[in-house]
């Protein structure tokens, strides 16, 4: 608790910001929670329509209402939760699968999966990650990303070893704690996509 004067400040347990719920342990499973229950809501209010829609079009409703929900955020805020965290979501995308294709439960949602070109739920978070870390490398991404990446060939204390031929990168090494705390999002950028850098387009990821 804070005291401020005559007025006690007590700390939340969950905080919402940019539309994103952020507990006190920063798991994110509320965050989770709440998106999975929106997406059910939604895909139980297209079920009523979709006897009178076609596969393209519920599959444009579906992206536009669920899909934009589950990738919402999701590099930064899914990045590195375990699968059973992730499964909820995984769990809506399944369903608004079978949705769009007018699947039953028994049926494999997998083929459903390829059939439509989605990607799951932790394909979907570290392609975002490869592809944010791919504008890096070409130097188009902001400012706040590149200066967090150092690339090995410009790094002086590596520029003899084999790696400086690569495409590899490394992270900035920051003066303070604080600093190693707010770099935590460009690290995981590092960690998966070290083979995606030598794209010498970016329509290569689409």
């Given at each position: 608790m804070l005291q401020l004067g005559s007025t006690v400040i007590e700390p939340a347990r969950v905080v919402c910001d940019l539309g994103v719920l952020l507990d006190?342990?920063?798991s994110v499973k509320q965050h989770i929670s709440k998106v999975a229950s929106i997406c059910?809501?939604?895909l139980r209010r297209l079920r009523q329509l979709r006897c009178l829609l076609g596969p393209e079009v519920t599959a444009q409703l579906v992206s536009a209402f669920i899909m934009s929900r589950v990738d919402y955020c999701n590099n930064t805020v899914l990045a590195?939760?375990?699968l059973t965290t992730l499964e909820p979501l995984q769990r809506v995308q399944n369903a608004a699968a079978r949705l769009v294709l007018s699947l039953n439960l028994r049926d494999h949602v997998k083929p459903a999966l390829k059939q439509l070109h989605w990607l799951p739920v932790v394909c979907r978070?570290?392609?975002k990650l490869?592809?944010?870390m791919h504008h890096v490398h070409l130097g188009t991404a902001p400012h706040y990303l590149t200066d967090a990446a150092q690339s090995v060939t410009s790094a002086s204390r590596r520029?003899?070893?084999r790696s400086a031929n690569t495409a590899k990168y490394v992270k900035?090494?920051?003066r303070t704690k604080f600093g190693e705390c707010g770099?935590?999002?460009?690290?995981?950028l590092l960690g998966c996509c070290q083979t995606t850098c030598s794209a010498v387009q970016t329509r290569t990821f689409f």
């Open positions: 006190d342990e920063l059910f809501y939604q590195g939760l375990p978070v570290w392609y490869c592809l944010l520029s003899g070893l900035r090494c920051t770099s935590a999002s460009p690290a995981q």
